[in-house]
């Protein structure tokens, strides 16, 4: 991509995001992620009836400029990590660790449960409609759908009031699964890739050997990344107090870890969402005066609006370049509640450990945290990730549908959830 070619689509990409942001405010009034991607998907679909009725070739001009946008590099490499940063930046440590039994197994035992069943019914409505998808690759599908979108979740989370407990789970689920489901999701492409070979990304197949040591590697390799990174920026933070140069080096924190650590094939997610919990706590209270606290505490949340405008909006975009024929919308939709059953595996499991290990998650916590695992930018870039094999506009369709779902009906709907539960909880305790 040219310098030209950047700066133009930089340019589209804001331009939209202001216009749509101010007719959002004027009349919708969304929460402005839900209310940008709302108007870019309706613009999407008029285009595509514009295009079906009068075949003036808007459609294909405007699939022209979203493929010059690599989605899943602009996301996984140009905004993630700035995105898990902010979130973990405001993420109560304390609060985290002592619901660090749910989150731990939220996290992996949650990830792992769902991606088998979301896998299963994948494969049973693959084969009921006949769209041949094998088995490895409803699991692939299951794997890069079932990890909740921390960008997303921690977005709602800004407008939800739910105890502090709850939140804390909520939002340590969000930042910690991403990083375990993207390495589940590696491993379980290598499988898919080297059963049945897919076009450049044809290999020779995983072993359990090879599984373990990538998941070694990747999350134990990111965490001390983190911790060190996080660590090593704390220290020089503690000597300073000029607040420039201190945003500085958290800017500088997140870009090095990252980077060294997608040099490394370790998981950059979880680098950043340590080094992030290191500076947000550790670092706010004992290494910030209250002017660079300020400082930094404002210029992560503008970083946090801003990418995340960009991201929303793109994502009601990416419509136009997904096919869709009957038997693709079928699978969208039957998608949906396939991916709500398996979000209820992955809490009801946890729950039940939490239960033999003499915890439990906190009253009323269930319909939330399966209401509330939202999914969004992620699972549409592991998607768009995929390399070629047979069904995958289908899974393409199919990931699309269960974020759209995801983001606008349980977005808009989570607090009527959420208040729901806790007073029917409340009168239950009442009543005992």
């Known amino acids: 991509m040219t310098a030209a070619t950047f700066l133009n689509l930089s340019a589209a990409v ?35 009836i514009a295009e079906a009725l009068f075949n003036f070739g808007a459609a ?168 060190a990174g996080g660590g090593l920026a704390y220290t020089a933070l503690r000597r300073l107090d000029q607040y420039v140069v201190e945003v500085i080096i958290t800017l500088a924190l997140v870009l090095g870890v990252y980077a060294i650590a997608t040099t490394l094939h370790a998981s950059g997610p979880l680098a950043v969402v340590i080094a992030g919990l290191i500076i947000g706590n550790q670092g706010a209270a004992h290494a910030m005066s ?24 793109l994502i009601g975009f990416e419509v136009l370049i997904i096919g869709f024929g009957l038997g693709t919308i079928t699978a969208a939709l039957a998608a949906i509640p396939i991916a709500l059953i398996g979000r209820m595996v992955a809490v009801s499991g946890p729950a039940t450990a939490l239960r033999a290990l003499g915890d439990r998650l906190q009253p009323g916590a269930a319909p939330i945290l399966i209401w509330g695992g939202l999914r969004g930018g992620i699972s549409v870039a592991l998607a768009l ?3 070629e094999f047979e069904g995958r506009d289908t899974v393409l369709a199919m990931t699309y549908a269960v974020v759209v779902f995801s983001i606008v009906v349980q977005g808009l709907t989570m607090q009527r959830v959420a208040t729901r539960a806790l007073a029917a909880n409340e009168d239950a305790a009442k009543t005992v």
């Open 14 to 48: 804001f331009g939209f995001a202001a216009l749509f942001g101010y007719l959002n405010e004027r009349y919708l009034r969304l929460p402005l992620t839900i209310g940008l991607m709302v108007i870019a998907l309706a613009t999407s679909v008029a285009i595509l």
């Open 60 to 227: 294909e001009s405007a699939r022209g400029w979203l493929r010059q946008i690599d989605f899943h590099a602009s996301l996984m490499i140009g905004m993630l990590s700035f995105l898990l940063f902010a979130g973990a930046l405001h993420t109560d440590l304390s609060a985290l660790l002592r619901q660090r039994r749910a989150v731990l197994l939220m996290a992996t035992m949650g990830v792992a449960l769902s991606t088998v069943v979301v896998g299963l019914l994948t494969y049973g409505l693959s084969t009921a409609l006949g769209l041949g998808i094998s088995f490895e690759w409803c699991l692939v599908f299951g794997a890069l759908i079932s990890p909740t979108d921390p960008v997303a979740v921690l977005s709602i989370l800004r407008r939800v009031a739910v105890p502090k407990p709850l939140q804390a789970t909520i939002a340590g689920e969000s930042l910690f699964n991403d990083g375990v489901g993207v390495v589940l999701f590696l491993a379980l492409l290598e499988i898919a890739v080297g059963s049945h070979g897919a076009g450049a990304h044809g290999g020779e197949g995983a072993t359990a050997a090879s599984i373990g040591m990538l998941f070694v590697k990747e999350i134990g390799l990111g965490i001390a990344l983190g911790l």
């Open 290 to 313: 209250e002017a660079t606290r300020q400082h930094v505490t404002n210029f992560w949340e503008l970083i946090d609006e801003i990418l995340n405008a960009a991201l929303f909006l």
């Open 385 to 387: 990730s995929l390399p």
